[in-house]
């Protein structure tokens, strides 16, 4: 994977599909032992929002490919007191191998990127999350031996999450469908780049209508109705997005072979059933634990292995 060395990761448009596809495969080979890797780097984690697995599994893999990570929490740099980004970003340049960033505007994520030569990973913005829809990808290889042709059915807020499936499921050749409420829909931009990705070969369809979305559908998935920062709606927001909840009736009514994702933490009887993420369907822990996975490769063909 030398071809990703010194790339950022701002977004899953910045993969071709060989490219995804090659990452997937590494990272199952690292997860089975197949593949051993050595890197012995720095990852600083510039983390202006809350996070359980991604700050967690990144920090995990990069001590296990011998790497050191330094926890950069914005209220104990001078980030806090509004030093700019563009000097922030040139002096961690210097410091660092390689910067993962969870933030809110994705042109905060370009700054660094486009003020550091080092790679720039994005650990979720307002706009995407790539890490976690690569591992979300390896969960799907994993449960159906293949990706090509398979159709994920997306219910809820057209959010990070849903954006950045759109873009991962264009690229590797699976069907994708987002199902939410009228005003809000997933960034037609991204919804533009799926489509023009899938080429017509896909099918990339935004509805209003779960029972469209739903039908033989392979995985259904979901997440938080109120992303971070918009924790003031999340009441007001309940009885808009409940015609999308993942429920028993939603599961019974895709194919057979149906698997449920969620990227968590999970508001259950929310967005989901408690019934359904703790049901036979259920693959989340298989999927958070794959997080460790994805990102390992990520971290090994960005950095370079030694
Ligand atoms: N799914 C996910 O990114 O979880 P965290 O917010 O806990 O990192
Ligand atoms: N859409 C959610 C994802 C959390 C992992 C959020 O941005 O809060």
Known sequence: MDKLKGRDLLSLADLSSDELKELLQLAAQLKSGQVNLKCNKVLGLLFSKASTRTRISFTVVMYQLGGQVIDLNPNVT?????????????????????????????????????????????????????????????????????????????????????????????????????????????????????????????????????QEAVREANVLYTDVWASMGQDSEAKSRIPIFQPYQVNEQLVESAADDVIVLHCLPAHRDEEITDAVIEGERSRVWEQAENRMHAQKALLASLLGSD
């Open 78 to 210: 001078q980030v806090s007191r509004g030093e700019p980004l563009v000097d922030t970003a040139r002096v961690l340049d210097r410091y660092l191998d390689i910067l993962a960033i969870r933030t809110f505007e994705q042109k905060d994520l370009e700054i660094f990127a486009n003020y550091t030569q080092i790679p720039v990973i994005n650990a979720l913005t307002d706009r995407e999350h790539p890490c976690q829809v690569m591992a979300d990808l390896l969960t799907i290889q994993e449960c159906f031996g293949h990706l090509d042709g398979l159709t994920l059915s997306y219910f809820g807020d057209g959010n990070n999450v849903a954006n950045s499936l759109l873009l991962g499921c264009a690229t590797v050749g699976m069907n994708i469908r987002i199902a939410t409420p009228p005003d809000y829909l997933p960034n037609m931009e991204i919804v533009g780049q799926a489509k023009e990705i899938a080429q017509g070969a896909s099918e990339v369809l935004i509805t209003n209508d779960p």
